[in-house]
């Protein structure tokens, strides 16, 4: 890749939006910031075979829950790592009921699985990073001066606490109160919390 | 795919949107003799289905979208009954100052104080909108209150449009008591008692005029489960009330030709909101009770207000959205996150002064246009600092702002970093807007207006706009009344004329 074709790339950062993130990957592709083929990621990383992929891949499913397990925490991670939270799965049932942002989010996590400097100050997959590593990279994300890396940070950032926070599991650890199958158990237990009236 | 060509139906009156523009013109026209249609692209549900689950519900009754830049994200409700299902049931009578700046900067000469007071009157009553007792408050709005009082600050309880509220805190997934006065509830059962009929899974894609006068709409039938497409119908009517909210109006009227001069779209104003966490040593458990209910109105621009321009509300502390504004990552996220009952919460409401644009895409589909501006900018830096300074007084252990990269602020002298921060809207953790306004504003001139003063589309007989999009500017308060006041407005003049047909 040549010097002119970095600058371009880096310039282009400055001016995207959103919408013109499918253009910046296309562009990064072309001049060699990101491989074409995608292969696999970790086993540890891979989804069940019992849940069908309709908007995420392989890959991207990888990248997510290795994103979201840095991005939610230590307990969550911990869960994610258990099996007994499963982002992608989230994400999958998020997108069916927001098909226009999948090809974006995809293009976002291939970005941050394959980015290499300029675009990325690493040189391995994401999922190929330890923890610490990986925490970099989302750190120098969120705090790039590129509005558009900024952006990237802020999508992965809120699909992956969607999918952390939006689960059922996720209750135990932050102490949130169980929802009830009966309108007037969620009424007695608000009434617990609530000051005298 | 060729999709199945419907029925044809008919009807004197279309009403596009079954929420706070919609449902109020919807009851007015029924009871007026019309024969009434309501379309709405949502589908409907009953208390019964309003569960305890975020995320679900978020994702059910609701489409979240996002301004052209991806900076700042917009939720509207997409459910029979509109954002009224979904909003948090606050009260707030259109501000004089509003009304008296459409006077003088959109030719709205006509919607003076006393003429449009009667229709917020009945919309006040219609919607059961009462003072909200201080007893009802939880420890939410109290941690608000509190550091408010002890700072010298104005703020009140805000009026809810409830009637017998058991304080459960799900105001925003749907009240699972009908308790919320919301227009699934109240509206569109009066609209259906007077022989309206509602079509839910309904997504008008165009509106159809001859000659220069409205004659009905095209129409796909989703399925209600896969929100896929199962049909096109057309419906003849020869007046149509567009109320599918901002996020779809000024899209729909500019996909179906009506341009307006350039007038279709413009104007595209919102109130920015970004909410403040702070952790306190005693236990809040901000789920429960009314999900907002109180406001300092000490830096607010109207009711009488002097101040900058924005109003700071307590908020829910629900996982989803206590997450979202968080800023940061991993193991300092978490920590705040796991102190969830101890945490309180409130949301800035700025009035901005930008303006953008509704476009729709070569597909039809909206695009919006939306920069915050620089000024802007620095009053929300303004109301995040006022809100911390709140929090604090009010003895928080600690007050969370969300911005990317600052530290959490434990007294005043902390706020310099906020002073000093880079602020724009990519760096905000969760910057959005529930309150959307324009794109299709009335106005007395017809070179910069969408709309005639009356709310029908210039130029175009039988079309006219009752939603927010009508509305020249934002209004500084939560605006549900406002839209149901101009709602009535707009339906109870075509209703005084008679069905048309």
């Known amino acids: 890749m040549s010097d002119a074709h970095r600058r371009q790339a880096l310039a282009s950062l400055a001016a995207l939006d959103r919408r013109a993130f499918l253009r910046l990957a296309g562009l990064a592709a072309a001049v060699g910031l990101l491989p074409s083929g995608c292969g696999d990621a970790a086993p540890a990383l891979a989804p069940p075979p019992d849940l069908p992929l309709r908007f995420l891949t392989p890959r991207t499913y990888a990248v997510f829950g290795a994103a979201a397990a840095r991005i939610v925490g230590p307990a969550g991670a911990l869960r994610i790592r258990a099996r007994r939270l499963d982002p992608g799965a989230r994400a999958e049932a998020f997108l069916a009921s927001a098909p226009t942002l999948a090809s974006t989010l995809r293009q976002a996590l291939l970005v941050l699985e394959f980015g290499v400097p300029p675009l990325l100050a690493k040189l391995r997959p994401f999922t190929a990073l330890d923890g610490e590593s990986q925490d970099a990279i989302l750190h120098e994300l969120m705090s790039s001066r590129f509005a558009t890396k900024r952006l990237l940070f802020g999508g992965v950032r809120s699909l992956a606490l969607l999918a952390c926070y939006g689960d059922p599991a996720s209750r135990e650890w932050i102490d949130y109160p169980p929802g009830h199958p009966h309108t007037a158990a969620d009424i007695e237990a608000a009434h617990h919390y609530l000051p005298d009236a | ?501």
């Open chain 2, 1 to 501: 795919m060729t999709l199945r060509e419907g029925p044809r139906l008919r009807a004197d009156a279309l009403v596009v949107g079954s929420g706070a523009g919609g449902a109020p013109a919807a009851a007015r026209l029924a009871e007026a003799g019309f024969e009434v249609l309501v379309l709405e692209a949502g589908p409907r549900f009953s208390a019964s289905d309003f569960l305890s689950d975020e995320a679900l519900m978020t994702a059910r009754l609701g489409r979240t979208g996002a301004t052209a830049s991806g900076a700042q994200s917009l939720y509207a409700g997409v459910c029979v009954g509109g954002s009224t299902v979904v909003n948090d049931a606050l009260c707030w009578r259109t501000p004089p100052e509003v009304l008296e700046r459409w006077r003088r900067e959109h030719a709205l000469s006509e919607l003076t104080d006393a003429a449009f007071a009667p229709f917020v009157e009945q919309a006040w009553a219609d919607v059961h909108a009462e003072p909200t007792l201080r007893s009802h408050l939880n420890r939410n709005a109290h941690r608000l209150e509190l550091g408010a009082r002890r700072l010298g600050w104005a703020g009140e309880a805000m009026p809810r449009n409830v009637r017998g509220c058991a304080r459960l805190g799900r105001c925003n997934w749907g009240c699972p008591i009908d308790a919320k006065q919301s227009a699934l509830v109240g509206y569109l059962p009066r609209a259906e008692r007077s022989g309206a009929r509602v079509l839910a899974d309904t997504q008008v894609t165009r509106v159809r005029v001859e000659a220069g006068a409205v004659t009905g709409v095209e129409a796909l039938r989703l399925d209600p489960a896969s929100r896929e497409p199962l049909g096109k119908i057309r419906i003849d009517a020869p007046l149509v009330l567009l109320a599918a909210g901002v996020l779809e109006t000024p899209a729909l009227l500019l996909r179906s030709g009506i341009a307006g001069d350039g007038a279709v779209g413009r104007g595209l104003q919102l109130h920015s909101s970004a909410a403040v966490t702070a952790r306190f040593a005693e236990p809040v458990h901000g789920y429960f009770g009314p999900t907002m209910a109180y406001a300092v109105t000490q830096f607010s621009d109207v009711h009488g207000h002097a101040g900058p321009g924005f109003m700071l509300e307590n908020t829910a502390v629900h996982p989803l959205v206590t997450a979202a504004a968080l800023p940061g990552f991993g193991s300092e996220h978490a920590r705040v996150m796991e102190a969830l009952p101890h945490l309180a919460r409130a949301v800035v409401v700025l009035r901005d002064a930008t303006r953008g644009r509704v476009e729709a895409d070569a597909e039809g589909r909206a695009r919006y246009a939306y920069e915050l501006e620089p000024g802007d900018v620095e009053r929300l830096r303004q109301a995040l600092r006022e809100l911390a300074r709140a929090y604090l007084a009010a003895d928080a252990r600690e007050v969370i702002l969300p911005v990317h990269g600052l530290a959490p602020i434990q007294n005043e002298s902390d706020l310099a970093a906020l002073d000093a921060a880079p602020l724009d809207p990519t760096r905000i953790a969760f910057l959005y807007a529930v309150h959307l306004f324009g794109g299709a504003a009335m106005g007395g001139e017809r070179a910069v207006s969408a709309c005639r003063p009356d709310g029908a589309v210039w130029d175009v007989r039988g079309l006219y706009v009752t939603d927010a999009s009508t509305l020249p500017s934002n209004t500084g308060v939560n605006p549900q009344i406002t839209i149901f006041a101009n709602a009535l407005r707009i339906a109870s003049a075509l209703a005084n004329r008679g069905p048309t047909s």
